[in-house]
């Protein structure tokens, strides 16, 4: 009898730690994905039991929201409708907007929605890039900011067009975390861990790890090459967006830069002391209009806007100070990966 028991006990153990192995096999299962969308590549990064599922979804869902919400230049998007002069939005798009309007104004104009016709002149990133006559930058930033959007009606002023090349992706990183949390309602056995990679915007999540669960993440070196980094951040699930001087520019005959981050009050490239921005803020769409508003503003006058979106940031300036918001008990957050950087302080 007792026999029979023990071999019971281990017949229950042995399926238990069976059941234990192919659980866990299950939870760290792992897809790295990477396609071409928004002119950039995205890369999903997933771990758990519905990562195939859910990388497959978020793919088509970013592809869409390419194609037929934001692009400027794909004639089955609703910008582009827009821009030849369609009045009444989706409700999708009303919200997108209604939002950009509102970071407009809390920037002081430094973000700029309505700044397509100027990115069409200057052209940057482009076969046609070049400097413009000034008569041309001011006709094209003049009404730039006196679009609006009122419910689902929008008015956009003639010789403005809708650019959302400062925000498109953080919006997807934003919808990929929509289709995450949705598997993890759905499922019994969901997912671990997630990093969503679109341009400069990453979307990093952890789910079911607890409030400490971190993140590195490396910080590019803007004077270096793609994969060099001179910082890394230790941070929380969030959405980081970077907006650098080296993501897109020319150079005239005597070797002078162009980028293509534009201060809307001059209609030229922003030149505020800074070789990049780096934004950490909860959803995609603030980190990246911030991260684009802030390279604008430079340091200083970037503060009351981060501190109202809750945000935080990174600056690398161009004598290779990097600065950053975080408080003092968060300093450790950062931490200098080349030493041609040194950490200095917020003034
Ligand atoms: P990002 O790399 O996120 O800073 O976005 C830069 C892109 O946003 C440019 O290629 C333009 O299409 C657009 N853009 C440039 N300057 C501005 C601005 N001040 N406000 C809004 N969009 C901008
Ligand atoms: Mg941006």
Redesign the pocket.
């Given at each position: 009898m007792k026999k029979k028991l023990l071999t019971c006990i281990a017949v229950i153990c042995a399926v238990a730690l069976v059941a234990v192995i192919v659980a866990d096999f299950f939870l760290n299962k792992n897809t790295a994905a990477s396609f071409i969308a928004m002119n950039t590549t995205v890369s999903l990064d997933i771990t758990g039991f519905s990562c195939e599922k859910a990388a497959g979804r978020i793919k088509s869902e970013i592809v869409k929201l390419d194609e037929k919400l934001l692009s400027r230049t794909n004639s089955e998007s609703e910008i582009y409708a827009v821009n030849s002069g369609k009045t009444e939005v989706s409700d999708e798009l009303a919200k997108i907007l209604t939002d950009l309007k509102q970071i407009e104004k809390d920037s002081n104009g430094?973000?700029?929605?309505g700044?397509g016709a100027l990115?069409d002149l200057w052209g940057?990133?482009t076969d046609k890039a070049k400097v413009p006559s000034q008569a041309e930058i001011d006709a094209a930033i003049k009404n730039a900011d006196k679009w609006s959007i009122d419910g689902n009606t929008v008015y956009i002023p003639d010789g403005v067009k809708l650019?959302m090349?400062?925000?498109g992706?953080g919006i997807a990183c934003d919808y990929a975390d929509e289709i995450l949390t949705d598997f993890l309602s759905d499922d019994i056995i969901d997912l671990r861990e997630s990093i969503i990679t679109v341009g400069?915007s990453v979307k990093l999540d952890k789910f079911g790890s607890g409030p400490n669960a971190a993140f590195n993440i490396g910080i590019r070196d803007p004077l270096g090459e793609v994969n060099e980094h001179c910082a890394v951040l230790n941070i929380a699930p969030g959405c980081i967006?970077t907006?650098?001087n080296y993501?897109?520019f020319f150079e005239d005959e005597n070797g002078k830069r162009y980028h293509?981050?534009?201060?809307?009050s001059t209609g030229c490239p922003?030149d505020s002391g800074l070789l990049s921005v780096t934004v950490d803020a909860q959803y995609g769409y603030v980190s990246?209009?911030l991260?684009?508003?802030c390279?604008?503003l430079g340091i200083e006058k970037s503060l009351p806007l981060l501190e109202k979106y809750n945000a935080d940031a990174v600056f690398i300036t161009t004598d290779k100070e990097i600065i950053t918001t975080y408080g003092d008990t968060e300093s450790n957050l950062i931490s200098i990966t080349n030493d041609e950087y040194r950490l200095g302080e917020l003034k």
């Open positions: 430094a973000f700029c929605a700044i990115s940057i990133g650019d090349g400062a925000v992706k400069g967006s907006s650098g993501e897109r293509h981050i534009f201060d809307p922003a990246d209009a991260s684009t508003a390279f604008v």
